[in-house]
């Protein structure tokens, strides 16, 4: 009997061992379908390991430290899991200046920047928002907006904006040329409070004329009593063309510099002959001292004379001189020559026709203050005179 028990214990543990062996071999052919994605790439694979771990390095996938899977590596394998790998990627920022690297599982630059905070729409990148970031990571600065004042020709505007004094310009739609002042400096970097001033400069070409003043000659004459002046050729002042340059400050001349200049029109020098010869003397008649030649009582019409001495222009184009003995009448051809008799004292002028005039009623000679002088009547201004043309 003891013998038999033995067998059957024997049997019943070869049973016994079958049935384990059987659930060993069960479990050995069991496998979990599991989905697997990597930077956003899915693929499904069915596998027999047991942890996310065993799974990522069956399938060739090597994480770092940087990289983010979910779940986490020791997690068991369930049927239909989802196993996430994003890798990291190394950024080399530089921001306002300053070097800063950090690490991050996005694609993108845009992506990133918001994960780490910095996606401030008014930020000024060097790169493209939408560009790339490959395993190998990527280099790019930014520039945080400031908050700043444009002074642009005395009208101050506040500004948000990034970049350079050149940027916050832009941004306040002025647009310097090369001659413009721009402080500080264009390619300056903002700051914070940062005051920028615009100073619009603007040159003009300008030109000028100037005159120029005529000489004074004198020559002398032994026609012209001594004492006696006369101008023979009028002065006229010249030209001179200046050529400017202007500069404005926001409107404002601030300075003229003379380019060059140029005589365009020559004076003509003013000249007077001066009087050498000796006066004749009165003869006994009374008659006055006047332009030599025959001074006896003129013989013609008579008229009332009257006398003038303000500087003015004549009919002749001659300067007129209230020392010359001249007359104006209103017909007689310019030249000629009148001999001039005041009846009340006998004194005789002979003077020279070189103006027009007078035009009052009854007078036919307006004689210069000297002719009317030579003939005593300045002192009742107009006299009855005997006249005769030569």
């Known amino acids: 009997m003891a013998k038999k ?12 061992l079958t049935i384990a062996g059987g659930v060993a071999v069960a479990v050995a052919l069991h496998k979990n379908d599991v989905v697997l994605s990597v930077d956003g790439e899915t693929h499904s694979v069915s596998v027999r390991e047991d942890t996310v771990k065993q799974v990522l390095e ?4 090597t994480v770092g430290e940087h990289d983010v899977v979910a779940p986490s590596l020791d997690t068991k394998i369930t049927n239909g899991m989802e196993i996430s790998v994003l890798y990291g990627r190394q950024l080399q920022l530089t921001i306002d200046g ?19 905070n910095l996606n401030d729409p008014d930020s000024k990148l060097s790169t493209s928002r ?29 500004l948000r904006v990034a970049g350079t004094v050149g940027d916050a310009l832009t941004a306040a739609k002025v647009t310097p040329d090369e001659d413009d002042v721009v402080t500080p400096a ?19 070409a300008t030109t000028k004329e100037e005159a120029v003043p005529f000489e004074k000659k004198e020559e002398k004459s ?34 003229s510099e003379l380019q060059n200049e140029q005589v365009t029109k020559e004076p003509v020098a003013q000249v007077t002959k001066v009087g050498t010869k000796k006066a004749s003397k009165p ?16 013989n013609g019409s008579s008229c009332q004379a009257s006398y003038y001495w303000q500087g003015q222009t004549t009919a002749s184009g ?25 009846p009340s004292n006998g004194k005789t002028v002979v003077v020279r026709i070189n103006d027009r005039g007078p035009y009052v009623a009854g007078r036919c000679l307006d004689l210069s203050k000297a002719a009317m002088e030579t003939i005593g009547g300045t002192s009742s201004g107009v006299i009855t005179v005997n006249y005769e043309v030569l």
Not at 58 to 61: A, E, S
Not at 130 to 158: C, M, Q, W, Y
Not at 283 to 298: R, Y
């Open 283 to 298: 003869s006994e008649g009374g008659s006055g001292s006047g332009s030599g030649g025959d001074l006896s009582p003129a």
């Open 58 to 61: 069956k399938d060739g996938i």
């Open 186 to 204: 264009a390619d300056t970097s903002l700051t914070d409070g940062l005051a920028i001033s615009y100073t619009n400069v603007e040159k003009r």
């Open 5 to 16: 028990h033995v067998v059957i214990a024997a049997v019943a543990g070869g049973v016994a």
């Open 130 to 158: 939408s560009a790339a970031i490959g395993r190998e990571g990527l280099s790019f600065n930014i520039s945080t907006p400031k908050n700043v004042t444009v002074d642009a020709a005395g009208t101050p505007v506040e």
């Open 98 to 116: 300053e070097a800063r690297t950090v690490w991050t599982t996005s694609r993108t630059v845009d992506d990133a920047l918001t994960q780490l």
């Open 222 to 255: 032994d026609e012209l009593e001594e004492g006696k002046t006369k101008v023979t050729t009028e002065g006229v002042n010249g030209v001179k063309t200046q050529n400017f340059v202007e500069v404005y400050h926001n409107g404002t001349l601030v300075s």
């Open 318 to 342: 001659e300067r007129f001189n209230p020392s010359d003995l001249t007359a104006a009448h209103k017909t007689l051809p310019l030249g000629s020559k009148v001999k001039v008799t005041n």
